[in-house]
C-alpha cells in the first residue's frame, strides 16, 4: 500500500495536471458543447475506463514498453486522433439535428460509453503520463510495486473522474443556455464538433514521443 505521504503528493500533482486543459479536458469539453451534458458525463466515465488498460499496463510494466517503441506509440496516436476527426464530424454533419420535425432520438449510454472508452484507451499520452510519473511514487518497502502502481493510478483515475466531470456539467450547462435559440445550438455544435477535429489534429501532428 503506498504510504498516506506519496499518495498525498501524487493526488497534489495528479490535481494540477488534471487541471491544465489537455487532450481529455478538451475532448470532454467538445462533447458536452455538441451533445449536451448527458453525454459529457458518460463521455468522462467512458474516457476514465479506458484509461483502466493503461493502468493495468503500466502496473504489470508493459507501459514502459509501449512507451519505449515509436510504432507502437505512433500507432495508437493516429488511431486516437482519427476516431476524434470522425466524432467531430459526426457532431458538425448532425449539428441541426435539433430542427428537425421529429426530436432525435439520444445516442444511448451504452454507445457514449464506447467512445469514450475508444478515446481514453488510445491516447498514448496516457501511458507516457504513468509510466514517467507513477514509479515516482512508490515506495520500497511499502508493498509490491505492481500493487502501488495499480493503486496510483486508480487514484488518477478517480480525480480525473471528479474534475473533468465538472469540466462536462459546466459545458453541457453553457449548451443548454444557448439551446433557447436553434441558430445559437447549432452553432454550439459545430463549435464543439471543431474542437474534436482540432484536437485530433494537433494528436496526429505532434511528434511521435510528445
Known amino acids: 500500500m503506498v ?16 487541471l491544465i486543459p489537455g487532450p481529455s479536458v478538451l475532448f470532454v469539453i467538445g462533447r458536452s458543447i455538441a451533445l449536451g451534458r448527458r453525454a459529457g458525463v458518460l463521455s468522462v466515465v467512458g474516457n476514465a ?20 517503441s515509436v510504432l507502437a506509440f505512433t500507432i495508437l496516436k493516429i488511431v486516437g486522433a482519427v476516431y476524434l476527426v470522425w466524432l467531430g464530424v459526426q457532431a458538425i454533419r448532425n449539428r ?32 507516457a503520463f504513468f509510466v514517467a510519473v507513477l514509479p515516482q511514487f512508490v515506495s520500497p518497502g511499502a508493498g509490491p510495486a505492481w500493487s502501488q502502481l495499480l493503486e496510483l493510478g ?12 465538472t469540466w462536462a456539467l459546466t459545458a453541457g ?17 459545430a463549435t464543439g464538433g471543431a474542437m474534436m477535429i482540432g484536437l485530433g489534429g494537433v494528436l496526429a501532428l505532434s511528434g511521435a514521443k510528445s
Open 3 to 18: 504510504p498516506f505521504e506519496s499518495l498525498l503528493a501524487f493526488a497534489v500533482a495528479s490535481v494540477l495536471l488534471i
Open 49 to 68: 475506463i479506458g484509461m483502466i488498460p493503461a493502468v493495468l499496463a503500466v502496473a504489470l510494466g508493459v507501459g514502459a514498453l509501449v512507451a519505449s
Open 96 to 127: 441541426n439535428a435539433h430542427l428537425a420535425a421529429e426530436t432525435p432520438r439520444p445516442a444511448s449510454a451504452a454507445r457514449l460509453l464506447a467512445q469514450g472508452f475508444v478515446v481514453g484507451s488510445t491516447n498514448p499520452k496516457t501511458i
Open 154 to 165: 486508480l487514484c488518477f483515475l478517480l480525480l480525473a473522474l471528479i474534475f473533468d466531470g
Open 173 to 189: 450547462t453553457a449548451r443548454e443556455w444557448f439551446a433557447k435559440s436553434p441558430k445559437r445550438i447549432s452553432g454550439m455544435s
